[in-house]
């Protein structure tokens, strides 16, 4: 592998240093791929004369959207779930769906959810089996992405959740206190994620311990810290309204949410009575400071230090922006928060260089940190960028994708007669986000943007009355957006990150020192087993736990006896050591089903509550004789 890395590296060197123009760098970086499997023949047949590259299939804005069979794609596009509970990895631009991540959902087929291991990292919140991933977003450095971890929310059951991108395994999950319904996720850009900021979307009582059931004016929401590494709830700071969408800026100094419900309604209505809501601005160090200095209280029996951020606060700033705005998304050129109208067909753009004014008192209105305001069309949602100054809003009520200049529209807000819209695309239909490779971070590509559409409609096959939503796909290398592919989703994506794929490292199979399944292998250790070696059962009371190795197509234990009522842990640890030989280990007629993939140990317990035999089997297809490869439990009457 590093040597074919190695030489797919090389010659994108030379093809970037022979053909210095953007078309024919994207034509020679897709024929990259197709070197990875063929080696020095395809380097040569491709990159000999420049021009040959030039010859492969293009969409009309000059992106190359095949990917033949075996040839890899540029980008890894991480998709929310929605109310699926979890991420889909696609590969950009083919759009074939390479893995699914399951999350706060759980899974029959790699049994997160019913693993010791998963269920360890799910905690209490485990009983849950449904969850709502909106916002999948990739930590960075400085700005740019550095491959370690996706996070996402959970609005359904108020949680985070962070993935590990080495093994594209879910590997914490916090439950967050005070709050009801994360939805807005975004991470801290620079100097590197050590937050992940998080909105409470709901306004509640607080503490929310049935005091105050009926009385709005003393809901309150919260906007939560969560630190990066440990996955701990660092602080909170309390706001007035709700919180809806928010996004980050790219020094580490400001985040702003959205707020749609600035009446602290309860009601449809009432949460559009009044003309103007706002966006939240959050001024970090001042939260830091007020943390440090015990300028915080705790709510009912959490201890997370709670900052008041309502209006009037030194923390906080409320600018006001017409009513309901929806998305809040930072331009990649750091310069402003654009807050989605949603029922306005407007968008605001917020200056970020002046926030260190609004805060210090220098401006005398809120609104004096507003650089534009333009006009986009109907129901603005969401907005992305291209990294060359333009930015793309979807239209919900308009079915449209909208291109628009940013440094037009503010000069077109300061009186110039110069139109800022470049161009309206009819999406199918009604989207929701979007989003354009690299578009969150500092390196914006503008090759591929997706509309994520809420309905589809009549664009794919009939499967009765609940239909796929679908995510179009969009060549913006040109100067106009050309739509090139429809991609059925399943419920929900609500957004995606899309990042370059050498911005990724993962690990073809797992280290055996790897903390996803340590705990595992200290409960074996103090039962005097060597997973990586010792097939053995330990009786403990009425509790058994059985280790057994697996080499294709062999379990280590093909029989093991335990009494009806016990309590059964199957350990396996997988020692082939070969890429893409996992198996998998399924007891008939109990609920117990999960992966074992090459050097990972993976546990689960259930109980034999029925006396009989009862077979396993390897339930990955591993070898010419997977099919043979099981064995019996054999439960004792009580
Ligand atoms: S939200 Cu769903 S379309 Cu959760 Cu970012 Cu706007
Ligand atoms: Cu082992 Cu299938
Ligand atoms: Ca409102």
Redesign the pocket.
Known sequence: MPDRKKEIDKAKEEAVAENPGRRKFLGVTATVGALGMTGATGAGLMLGGSGKAEARSRGNGGNDIHVAPGELDEYYGFWSGGHSGEVRVYGVPSMREIMRIPVFNHCSASGWGMTDESKRIMGDSHRFTNGDA??PHVSYTDGSHDGRYLFIND?ANTRVARIRLDVFKTDKMVTVPNAQAI??LRLQKAPKTGYVFANGEYIIPQPNDGRDLNDPEKYWTLWSAIDAESMEVKWQVMVDGNLD?MDADYTGKYAAATCYNSEKAITLAGKMRAERDWVVVFNIERIEAAVRNGNFRTIGDSDVPVVDGRKGSEVTRYIPVPKNP??LNTSTDGKYFIAAGKLSPTVTMIQIDKLDDLFAGNLSDERDVVAAEPELGLGP??TTFDGRGNAYTTLFLDSQVVKWNMDRAVRNYNGEDVDYIIQKLDVHYQP??NHATLAESKDADGKWLFS?N?FSKDRFLPVGPLHAENDQMIDISGDEMKLVHDTPTFAEP??AVIIRRDQITTSQIWRRDDPYFAETIEMAKKDGVNVDRDNKIIRDGNKVRVYMTSIAPNFGITEFKVKQGDEVTVVVTNLDRIEDLSHGFCLVDHGVSMEVSPQQTASITFKADKPGVFWYYCNWFCHALHMEMGGRMLVEKA
Do not use: A, E
Request: charge should be positive; glycine fraction near 18%.
């Open positions: 909106h916002h609005k939805h807005g969408n929806h998305g949602l969401h929701g986000h994520l809420k609500h957004d």
